[in-house]
């Protein structure tokens, strides 16, 4: 059994930052992607950032710029470092760890709202 545990989510005014952390345990024997997802309400979940094991990452071109995801491989734990928030930052964010063989897993999400 997989568990996947995100953190840092908040309240922030525009332009302020936040970390997010994310922290995969259980039976895993390999981690190839850690990515974070969000979704804001009444939209469909869209990526927002993500690493490969040998380092790759991929942005959202709406946050390229403002955040940078990170893994400690060690650890199997990846964050999100986000700055510069605007309001249409606000969502639930997920984290998703695939493995390199199986399907991935979700976390239960953490609240990000961006308001004055």
């Known amino acids: 059994q997989v568990q996947v545990v995100e953190s840092g989510g908040g309240l922030v005014q525009p332009g302020g930052s936040l970390r997010l952390s994310c922290a995969a345990s259980?039976?895993?024997?390999?981690?190839?992607?850690m990515g974070w997802y969000r979704q804001a309400p009444g939209k469909q979940r869209e990526m927002v950032a993500s690493?490969?094991?040998?380092?790759?990452?991929s942005y959202a071109e709406s946050v390229k710029g403002r955040f940078t995801i990170s893994r400690d491989n060690a650890r199997n734990v990846v964050y999100l470092q986000m700055n510069g928030l605007k309001s249409e930052d606000t969502a639930v964010y997920y984290c998703?760890?695939?493995?390199?063989?199986?399907?991935?897993?979700w976390g239960q999400g953490t609240q990000v709202t961006v308001s004055s």
């Open positions: 690493i490969t094991n040998a380092d790759i990452t």
């Open positions: 998703k760890i695939t493995p390199s063989i199986g399907t991935g897993y």
């Open positions: 259980g039976r895993l024997f390999s981690i190839f992607r």
